[in-house]
């Protein structure tokens, strides 16, 4: 009989153990879920800062800066991760706040032209040059661009024989009207007259006119990403 009790108890710690193991696979499983979500992206910077060493590679150093510059999170989770690929690489924050800014710059550059294409603008797009800049770099910059044109303009470009940048102008002869039957006749009067037929000319553009078509045709941006219109 006690054999039966140690035997019903042996069934009992059987069981136990079985149901521990099915707890043990469901924990298991659930922490397998857990484990498949989106890491955070600043646990996965950190992480990859702290993986770097004063003997990583240049190019070990900016792929971290990369996944930095194209992470979407704070300023201040941003000086965080700076300071712990200080700590990993004993490089200056300086230096690698320095590295950091070119490729920033290179993101929002592509989020702007993805926006700016998804609103139809293809233009190209060029730094403002400063104040003081050069003026043969911007001649090469805009002869390229408005010597091509664009395909889908209705009215290219163009220039006249003496180089001066040129538009097509619709205006009617002043002082003149259109001749009808009833003018030849002499039966018309100046109110019932028609005015003289839309005739297009080629007019030389205006300062604020080509300034207009340059920007029409080209993207300026200055240092702080933003699009501005080409400094006289």
Same mark, same amino acid.
């Given at each position: 009989?006690?054999?039966?009790?140690?035997?019903?108890?042996?069934?009992? $710690?059987?069981?136990?153990?079985?149901?521990?193991?099915? %707890? $043990?696979?469901?924990?298991?499983? !659930?922490?397998?879920?857990?484990?498949?979500?989106?890491?955070?992206?600043?646990? %996965?910077?950190?992480?990859?800062?702290?993986? &770097?060493?004063?003997?990583?590679?240049?190019?070990?150093?900016? !792929?971290?800066?990369?996944?930095? !510059?194209?992470?979407? #999170?704070g300023f201040a989770a941003?000086?965080? #991760? @700076?300071?712990?690929?200080?700590?990993?690489?004993?490089?200056?924050?300086?230096? @690698?706040?320095?590295?950091?800014?070119? &490729? /920033?710059?290179?993101?929002?550059?592509?989020?702007?032209? +993805?926006?700016? @294409?998804?609103?139809?603008?293809?233009?190209?797009?060029?730094?403002?040059? $400063?104040?003081?800049?050069?003026?043969?770099?911007?001649?090469?910059? &805009?002869?390229?661009?408005?010597?091509?044109?664009?395909?889908?303009?209705?009215?290219?470009?163009?220039?006249?024989?003496?180089?001066?940048?040129?538009?097509?102008?619709?205006?009617?002869?002043?002082?003149?009207?259109?001749?009808?039957?009833?003018? +030849?006749?002499?039966?018309?009067?100046? !109110?019932?007259?028609?005015?003289?037929?839309?005739?297009? &000319?080629?007019?030389?553009?205006?300062? +604020? /006119?080509?300034? /207009?078509? #340059?920007?029409?045709? #080209?993207?300026?941006?200055?240092?702080?990403?933003? @699009?501005?219109?080409?400094?006289?």
């Amino acid at each position: 009989m006690t054999d039966d009790n140690l035997g019903g108890d042996g069934g009992e $710690s059987n069981k136990t153990e079985a149901e521990f193991g099915a %707890k $043990s696979g469901a924990s298991g499983s !659930a922490g397998g879920d857990a484990e498949a979500k989106p890491e955070d992206p600043e646990v %996965k910077l950190a992480a990859a800062a702290d993986a &770097l060493s004063p003997t990583s590679t240049d190019d070990e150093v900016k !792929a971290v800066l990369e996944l930095l !510059a194209e992470a979407r #999170i704070g300023f201040a989770a941003k000086r965080k #991760i @700076l300071a712990r690929a200080k700590k990993s690489t004993r490089q200056p924050i300086a230096d @690698l706040k320095r590295d950091l800014a070119p &490729l /920033e710059q290179k993101v929002t550059r592509a989020q702007r032209q +993805a926006e700016r @294409l998804a609103r139809g603008d293809t233009r190209p797009e060029f730094p403002a040059p $400063s104040p003081n800049a050069e003026w043969l770099p911007q001649i090469n910059v &805009l002869d390229k661009v408005l010597g091509r044109g664009r395909l889908f303009d209705p009215e290219p470009p163009m220039r006249d024989v003496d180089g001066f940048a040129t538009g097509v102008f619709v205006r009617r002869a002043v002082g003149l009207h259109t001749l009808t039957s009833a003018g +030849a006749n002499a039966d018309e009067t100046g !109110a019932t007259q028609l005015p003289a037929p839309e005739q297009p &000319l080629l007019s030389r553009l205006s300062e +604020a /006119e080509l300034a /207009e078509l #340059i920007e029409r045709h #080209i993207a300026y941006v200055d240092n702080d990403e933003q @699009l501005v219109h080409l400094g006289s």
